[in-house]
């Protein structure tokens, strides 16, 4: 990468990329500061200028990215969000409201990184640009995020999420206010609405407290296993609480394909929320945490049943490429990364059983950070096929994101709306009584949107599904 990208640029009409396009109507009757970027967030975006110049324009990525799909604007697709950071990292333009506003409305699904011919990965643009903003914030050369919000980001990133035994406690506290009767009272009288957090609420998951505590326990193999191997599960933290009976049942069918599966001690949440907010060190902290959890088994499969930890895990070796302590670390460590579709399509499974008396049609939902980040969509279709009895059916415009986006749907909750509610109607149009995917932030926000369509078609993870149908003697 060249050096002088700044301190030389060219004139707006010689420049070979129409930032200016995108830009149009974000330099105008906007709060802004002008002062240059700090030094460090400078140096962030410099790291991923290359990737920025691959941009060709050619515009393939425009409609697979929800937020254009929606709006039509052109800076709110992926060449339009590209202008303007290399705009913001030649110093053609300053950090504006809307300039933020139209970065963090990005739902960083990937999808126009796996359609991009020219190989650009939006992600690590997104992940370096929200540091940037942050880093700005924090120096007063950027618009302030505001005194509650910065509150939040506070208590839930640099404390909830770096601890288990908090989050843990939280999930609790969440149970309780479901199965209290609190919820629905709050609802009744109105004070979910006025506070405006009606969207969150919908989100909230309807579990029992199963939670899967890793202690460094080993859940040994089948005993009729002929093809035994060792596995080491990622637990995470939503997947571990909210969603431990998935948790579990990962740990069955792996057990029933002949897996031998350790839950190390030690680890927690991956990082991907706090990186997809701009807290680069906070997500690079747990990455660390979760390295030095894992090595103990070598070179065994880390099997993780949620699509956006996979993605995060497997981007490990580039979060920390710049840290020469870890670097060599996290790369052995994501090498090892499989989703759970992508290692039991490794493995033989038993004789599956129906999951119902009849034919049952299923329609399976591609978890962005699966399809687009990691490239995985036949091995949870293959999987889905070998149930007897199962009908598979795609949804129309299957590759667009569902708008979950890890908490996209809380902190942009009018188009996460919009697109769970197309989301929801490609569902009807398929005629399934059952929605399949592989993530949690997905299940959610589809049991939501499917809720305010007034359906009744079930969702549930892959894992579940599987585990129905390899269970001895089958279950409905």
């Not at 506070?154 to 309780?176: E, I, N, Q, T, Y």
């Not at 706090?274 to 807290?279: I, L, P, T, V």
């Not at 009807?428 to 939501?448: E, S």
């Not at 499917?450 to 599904?465: E, F, P, Q």
Request: net charge neutral.
């Amino acid at each position: 990468m060249t050096s002088d990208h700044r301190t030389a640029p060219p004139t707006v009409e010689a420049t070979p990329f129409p930032y200016t396009v995108a830009a149009r109507g974000l330099l105008e009757n906007e709060s802004r500061i002008a002062e240059p970027l700090p030094a460090a967030a400078q140096a962030l975006l410099d790291g991923e200028y290359d990737n920025m110049l691959a941009c060709v324009r050619c515009g393939l990525c425009l409609t697979s990215c929800p937020t254009f799909v929606v709006t039509g604007h052109e800076s709110e697709g992926p060449r339009g969000r590209i202008a303007l950071v290399r705009a913001l990292v030649e110093g053609r333009i300053p950090l504006t409201d809307g300039l933020i506003d139209r970065e963090e409305n990005c739902l960083a699904c990937d999808a126009c990184t796996a359609v991009c011919p020219a190989g650009v990965k939006m992600e690590p643009i997104q992940v370096a640009v929200r540091a940037a903003i942050e880093i700005a914030r924090d120096a007063g050369t950027a618009p302030s995020r505001g005194l509650v919000a910065s509150a939040i980001r506070a208590v839930v990133l640099g404390w909830l999420f770096p601890s288990m035994p908090r989050f843990r406690a939280v999930v609790w506290l969440v149970w309780l206010y479901r199965a209290s009767g609190l919820r629905s009272m709050a609802r009744a009288l109105g004070m979910v609405r006025l506070l405006g957090m009606r969207d969150a609420d919908d989100l909230l998951p309807a579990f029992t407290p199963d939670f899967l505590v890793p202690e460094g326990q080993v859940y040994p193999a089948a005993p009729d296993t002929r093809d035994r191997a060792e596995v080491a599960l990622f637990a995470g933290c939503v997947m571990s609480t909210a969603f431990g009976s998935t948790s579990h049942a990962t740990v069955r069918v792996l057990q029933r394909a002949g897996c031998d599966v350790a839950c190390p001690a030690g680890q927690g949440c991956c990082g991907a929320l706090n990186a997809h907010a701009g807290d680069r060190e906070g997500a690079r902290a747990l990455a660390r945490q979760t390295i030095a959890a894992f090595e103990p088994g070598g070179d065994a499969p880390v099997v993780t049943n949620a699509a956006g930890c996979g993605a995060m895990l497997k981007e490990y070796g580039h979060l920390l490429a710049d840290d020469p302590a870890w670097a060599a670390r996290a790369a052995r460590l994501s090498s090892r990364v499989r989703d759970v579709s992508e290692y039991l399509a490794t493995r033989d499974l038993p004789a599956m059983g129906a999951i119902a008396e009849d034919t049952v049609v299923v329609a399976y939902q591609d978890a962005c950070h699966l399809g687009h980040a990691q490239r995985i969509t036949a091995a949870p279709r293959d999987l889905i096929r070998r149930i007897p009895g199962v009908t598979l059916r795609d949804l129309p415009d299957k590759a667009l994101c569902c708008g979950s986006a890890g908490v996209y749907n809380v902190t942009h909750p009018e188009m996460a709306r919009t697109l769970g509610d197309r989301k929801a109607e490609a569902v009807a149009a398929t005629g399934a009584t059952i929605i399949v995917t592989a993530n949690p932030g997905c299940q959610l926000q589809l049991q939501a949107s499917l809720a305010r369509a007034g359906s009744r078609v079930k969702v549930m993870h892959l894992v579940d599904l599987l585990d129905a149908a390899t269970a001895p003697g089958g279950r409905p």
